[in-house]
């Protein structure tokens, strides 16, 4: 354990990881044009039209967890850089679909390949990528992530 991290709570590990891994994965796609959060968005639509799904700016935005007015900017600025097409859904007039151009499935293809490298140079100390440990590694997030946050319900800052 490094020294940064002698006593550290878990929240303050959690913002460091996280930290860390936008700045790599930032570093990684940029030759790409693409930033993290792109990279996010055009991978997620990657594995969704891979299973034939075309979903909805609002459906993206639940699967990230960004807020959907951030989808939505990030949709234009990508459509821009013509990776991907926003079209009208047929069945709901208000919502947007989006799906990769061929442009962007072939970026978004890079990209993934660049940070399957970097997730396996993440993960090499609990025994890379399909060891026991990042398998419970796996779980473990996925239980924290699907724990229910209220701020509110947290105490929130003290009234004066």
Known sequence: MSKASEGATPGFLVWRLSTKW????????APLGLT??????????????HSGERPSQRRLADHTGMEPLYVSKLARALESAGLLER???????RAVQLALTEQGRET??????VVQGLLTQLLEPLGGLDSARTRQLTRDLTALLDAPM??????????E
């Open 87 to 93: 079209a009208r859904d047929p069945r709901d007039p």
């Open 108 to 113: 978004t293809r890079r990209a993934i390949d």
């Open 150 to 159: 209220d701020p509110a319900a947290a105490g929130g800052p003290p009234e």
């Open 36 to 49: 993290h959060a792109q990279y996010s968005l055009v991978a997620s639509l990657y594995g969704m039209q």
């Open 22 to 29: 936008r700045v790599a994965v930032d570093r990684a796609v």
